[in-house]
T-cell receptor
Framework: AQKITQTQPGMFVQEKEAVTLDCTYDTSDQSYGLFWYKQPSSGEMIFLIYQGSYDEQNATEGRYSLNFQKARKSANLVISASQLGDSAMYFCAMREDGGSNYKLTFGKGTLLTVNP | GAVVSQHPSWVICKSGTSVKIECRSLDFQATTMFWYRQFPKQSLMLMATSNEGSKATYEQGVEKDKFLINHASLTLSTLTVTSAHPEDSSFYIC????????????FGPGTRLTVT
């Protein structure tokens, strides 16, 4: 079974609107971390936001927020007030802290296109 | 935020030759680095975990004799693609773990390898 599932290969959103990118995960660890990265066409991986499994509040970073629903094992990324520069590939990733090497497992990604 | 550099950013080499890619953590010590490979329009695939002063740990299916990893110092890991073939053409990305922080991974800008 896939550990990280991103069901939306592509998403479109109008500039200034909000968009939600879906991510579900599968783990038996009690301690884990969830990450979202943005990858523009240049290829660099840009860290956006982090949610720890024990964090009770949803993480927020500027226009990014993470809708963490632990019982449903989902960690959706919400981008508010979309900008043209938000057009990029977005990856959800999980770090299972039961191991000692802190490996990340990535989903297949969602290509977000922001229309003017 | 922490900075990780990669060199070169792109390289073209002929079949049968070897090419070395460097990954450096510029403002923190990284005892653990990771090497990923990414094909066009696909997700990142972890190739190996590089630990300073010890042998790298390779993921299943990754040929350790073909992809040589050396992590000789706390700020430098190198990936050498030996006897390169056209199918080795890909985008290679490294990341470094900042254990001084919360164990986050910081990614390098990537190296695009083309084997002719």
């Amino acid at each position: 079974a896939q550990k990280i599932t991103q069901t939306q290969p592509g998403m479109f959103v109008q500039e200034k609107e909000a968009v939600t990118l879906d991510c579900t995960y599968d783990t038996s660890d009690q301690s884990y971390g969830l990450f979202w990265y943005k990858q523009p066409s240049s290829g660099e991986m840009i860290f956006l936001i982090y949610q720890g499994s024990y964090d009770e509040q949803n993480a927020t970073e500027g226009r990014y927020s993470l809708n963490f629903q632990k019982a449903r094992k989902s960690a959706n990324l919400v981008i508010s007030a979309s900008q043209l520069g938000d057009s990029a590939m977005y990856f959800c990733a999980m770090r299972e802290d039961g191991g000692s090497n802190y490996k990340l497992t990535f989903g297949k990604g969602t290509l977000l296109t922001v229309n003017p | 935020g922490a900075v990780v550099s990669q060199h070169p950013s792109w390289v073209i080499c002929k079949s049968g030759t070897s090419v070395k890619i460097e990954c450096r953590s510029l403002d923190f010590q990284a005892t653990t680095m990771f090497w990923y490979r990414q094909f066009p329009k696909q997700s990142l695939m972890l190739m190996a975990t590089s630990n300073e002063g010890s042998k790298a740990t390779y993921e299943q299916g990754v040929e350790k004799d073909k992809f040589l990893i050396n992590h000789a110092s706390l700020t430098l890991s190198t990936l050498t693609v030996t006897s390169a073939h056209p199918e080795d053409s890909s985008f290679y990305i490294c990341s470094a773990v900042n254990w001084g922080g919360s164990g986050e991974q910081y990614f390098g800008p990537g190296t695009r390898l083309t084997v002719t």
